[in-house]
């Protein structure tokens, strides 16, 4: 009988968990054995707590651990009468023994003013399989969400997986990649392969967050567009700056302030992804050219997945390429401009939000499996 069809003797039933881990926040997902959410829970992601560890060349960081040994202690306590068989980690990396290693949109509070000249490691796996004793993996998050779609999504109706050519793509905080290739998802020596928001867009570019210049992620991503933006209203003329759509955006959510009572800098602090989208759909030059840039990047990165792994489905997800579907067709002509095989259809994912969470899911039940 398989693993995940077991009923215990003293009544207790297979479930497995899954933790989606952002920037900005933490998702746990208990399921049962098929893949049926029992509970989700979200938590603000834990970068304040002192659980942290210098030591010569690392700032080893415990905090997030403990967050999620105790947000999944405390779900068994509420549904009870379960036990935990399998976990699988989706988070944005990079990923390397088990942990996260200087990863750019997790940097916890203690650890920032050692960044600099100190390796930080979140170690994440060990902690779990030590406290629920049992089988736990970690995935970046595309290549989670890769797996998420092969199980839950675009081919989760096809019965014989190592027929799917497939590869996911998110638009979000950041950029990056996942691949499914003939039955199998595409790992790399450290977990890292897909991290396609980091080749090069634009020679010389735009500041990168991971401290590289003109990454495909310094335009096409929800940080990479808001920087774009504030780098080109600084590039402007005061003249010209005072004319942009972006200065009447600043000051949309308060009719009593004028432009000219905002400084540079306080203007730019209220640029969003959001508002950029609505001053480029107004028709403000500058806003539509950050928006081209998006485009442009995401296409070069679209292309080099096509011309790696060729698949027959690109799916897209995170956050800006939900909110902005509009998006799909130009970043597909751009790829097709950029590559010479077949191309790949390029769909928004149908799993939508959820498709990390659905990857963690799937990281679980493979080990359930063995």
Sequence with gaps: MPARDLLYDDGMVDAIAGFDIG???????????????????????????????????????????????????????????LR????????AGPIRDGGLWNPPNIVPTQCAGSEQTLQRWIPLVEPLRQAFECPVDLHNDCNGAVLGEVCFGIGRDVEDKSMLHLAYATISTGF???????GHLIHGKDGNAGELGHIL?????????CGHLGCVEAYCSGTGIVS?????????????????????????????????????????????????????????????????????????????????????????????????????????????????????????????????????IAIAQRLLDG
């Design 176 to 182: 990056g990649v996942g691949a499914w290739d003939g």
């Design 228 to 360: 774009n933006a504030r780098a080109r209203l600084r590039e402007l003329a005061d003249v010209e700056r005072g004319a942009s759509r972006f200065y009447r955006l600043a000051i949309a959510d308060d009719a009593h302030v004028r432009s000219s009572d905002l400084t540079i800098e306080e203007v730019l602090g209220s640029i969003t992804p959001a508002r950029v989208f609505a001053a480029a759909a107004e028709g403000d030059p500058l806003a539509q050219s950050v928006i081209s840039d998006a485009i442009f990047a995401a296409g070069v990165a679209l292309a080099a997945i096509a011309c790696a792994y060729d698949p027959e489905f690109i799916t897209l997800g995170g956050g800006i390429a939900l909110s902005h579907p509009e998006l799909l067709g130009p970043i597909a002509e751009e790829m097709r401009a950029h590559i010479n095989v077949r191309a790949p259809n390029v769909v928004i994912t149908p799993l939508g939000a959820k498709v990390t969470e659905c990857g963690a």
């Design 23 to 81: 920037g900005t926040k933490v998702a746990l997902v208990v399921a049962d054995a098929k893949g049926s959410t029992l509970l989700r829970v979200l938590e603000a992601t834990d970068v304040s707590s002192t659980m942290i560890e210098i030591t010569a060349h690392q700032a080893i960081y415990y905090g997030l651990s403990e967050q999620l040994v105790r947000m999944l202690t405390r779900a068994e306590n509420q549904l009870g009468d």
């Design 84 to 91: 935990i068989r399998s976990i699988g980690i989706v988070s």
């Design 201 to 209: 867009a634009r020679k010389n570019g735009r500041l990168c967050g």
